[in-house]
Nanobody, 124 residues
């Protein structure tokens, strides 16, 4: 199994930046791809960004492309989400999780549970 702990959220003004961290333990971290997801009030959870096990391949939702960067440090069992030029519509709880790709759609892998998430609030 894999355990995940997200951190780094907070309150920031529009146009500001935040970096989220996700510390993983349990299953060998470097063996699986990872993703960041978010869920805003009243909305379904959505995929924000994903990164391959090696870090050599990344994917971003159109809404964050050019503003967010996902990275990982396999030696430290950590994945990051660097968020720049934040907008009020980025306000959500952000979660990390191992991912799987089915028919071109990125979703949470079948192993591991959701962490507690970290709240990001962007004020206008």
């Amino acid at each position: 199994q894999v355990q995940l702990v997200e951190s780094g959220g907070g309150l920031v003004q529009a146009g500001g930046s935040l970096t989220l961290s996700c510390a993983a333990s349990g299953r060998t971290f470097s063996s699986y791809a990872m993703g960041w997801f978010r869920q805003a009030p009243g909305k379904e959870r959505e995929t924000v960004a994903a990164i391959s096990w090696s870090g050599g391949s990344t994917h971003y939702a159109d809404s964050v492309k050019g503003r967010f960067t996902i990275s990982r440090d396999n030696a430290d069992n950590t994945v990051y989400l660097h968020m720049n030029r934040l907008k009020p519509e980025d306000t959500a709880i952000y979660y990390c999780a191992p991912i799987k790709v089915v028919a071109g759609t990125i979703g949470k892998a079948d192993f591991g549970s959701w962490g507690q998430g970290t709240q990001v609030t962007v004020s206008s």
